[in-house]
């Protein structure tokens, strides 16, 4: 089945370490984003990606960085300058420009600091 | 200003009932889009119902539609017929053309949590 693969579902990071968080889809959509989800609050962009080797800054990149080396990955590490980074990760895809395509969520990663 | 306001943080319905859930949203952009998705407790997020700005019906997906109305910048979701399933948050997000550069971003509102009582 096609779909958007989130790993992993739990992840803990101690201070000071940098962590990366997966995502992959087999939708042949070019759009990728990372969202952040605090509890009780709503999505929050952090990068997203159009095409590969490109990306731009969400409302809250600082603290993270991420990579677009293949269409089908959009990787997303947590660095240790994000002093906050405890939360629900979202990766989403869609086809691009198109807009009444919607965007495909994972199932998301929830990330703790030890 | 908020882009998107969802102004109920909690709604309680009857199982079987209907029950409507609003949001309002702000841009100046003639070409937008707005997008209903549910979350369940799992953290999932379901696509349920797309309305573009220049749509002239309002939209509709089975138990699903949106009351659009674009000159007091309103989506509201309707959802029909009410099942304990349908206990989850749900977000409005708004996409804004942006002359074709936004890249399919979206703006999310803080969401309302829906609770079915049988």
């Known amino acids: 089945d096609g779909g958007i693969t989130q790993s992993p579902k739990y992840l803990f990071r101690k201070e000071g370490q940098n962590v990366t968080l997966s995502c992959e889809q087999n939708l042949n959509h070019d759009a990728m984003y990372w969202y952040r989800q605090d509890p009780g609050q709503g999505l929050r962009l952090i990068y997203y990606?159009?095409?590969?080797?490109?990306?731009q800054k969400g409302d809250i990149a600082e603290g993270y960085s991420v990579s677009r080396e293949k269409k089908e990955s959009f990787p997303l590490t947590v660095t240790s300058a994000q002093k906050n980074p405890t939360a629900f990760y979202l990766c989403a895809s869609s086809m691009g420009r198109d807009g009444n395509q919607p965007q495909h969520f994972g199932d998301g990663t929830r990330l703790s600091i030890l | 200003a908020q882009k998107i306001t969802q102004t109920q943080p909690g709604m309680f319905v009857q199982e079987k009932e209907a029950v409507t859930l609003d949001c309002t949203y702000d841009?100046?952009?003639?070409?937008?889009?707005l997008f209903w998705y549910k979350q369940p407790s799992s953290g999932e997020m379901i696509f349920l119902i797309y309305q573009g700005s220049y749509d002239q019906q309002n939209a509709t997906e089975g138990r699903y539609s949106l009351n659009f109305q674009k000159a007091r910048k309103s989506a509201n979701l309707v959802i029909s017929a009410s099942q304990l399933g349908d206990s989850a948050m749900y977000f409005c997000a708004m996409r804004e053309d942006a002359g074709g550069t936004s890249y399919g971003k979206l703006t999310f509102g803080q969401g309302t949590i829906l609770t079915v009582h049988p």
């Open positions: 990606s159009q095409i590969v080797n490109d990306f």
């Open positions: 841009t100046s952009d003639p070409s937008y889009g």
